[in-house]
């Protein structure tokens, strides 16, 4: 990870941005009817329509390395890594 002291705060800016804002003001910014419709945050059950299948708990990949759901990345065979880009690439063709 990086070192948060090479980073320079944007609060300021944030800050007078909103001071000089009103109430329900909205910022401008040109794009698409559908740019704003694939606005979305992913594994967020309200936004991502795939997660209303979904009947047991989502876990981060830390949580289900721990409960032994999946296997470490080097643990994986041949096969096993194929099925996994076998089964992203389906995602991805059926995203559009």
């Known amino acids: 990870f990086s070192d948060p002291a090479d980073y320079d705060s944007i609060m300021p800016l944030l800050d007078q941005a909103c001071s000089e804002m009103e109430a329900s003001q909205l910022i401008p910014i040109e794009f698409s009817l559908s740019e704003a419709m694939s606005c979305l945050e992913i594994m967020d059950p309200k936004m991502d329509s795939g997660m209303a299948l979904r009947k047991s708990a989502t876990l981060t990949a830390a949580e289900a390395y721990e409960a032994k759901i999946i296997p470490l990345d080097s643990d994986l065979t ?18 559009y």
């Open 78 to 95: 041949i096969p096993q890594i194929i099925c996994v880009m076998d089964t992203l690439l389906q995602a991805e063709i059926s995203f």
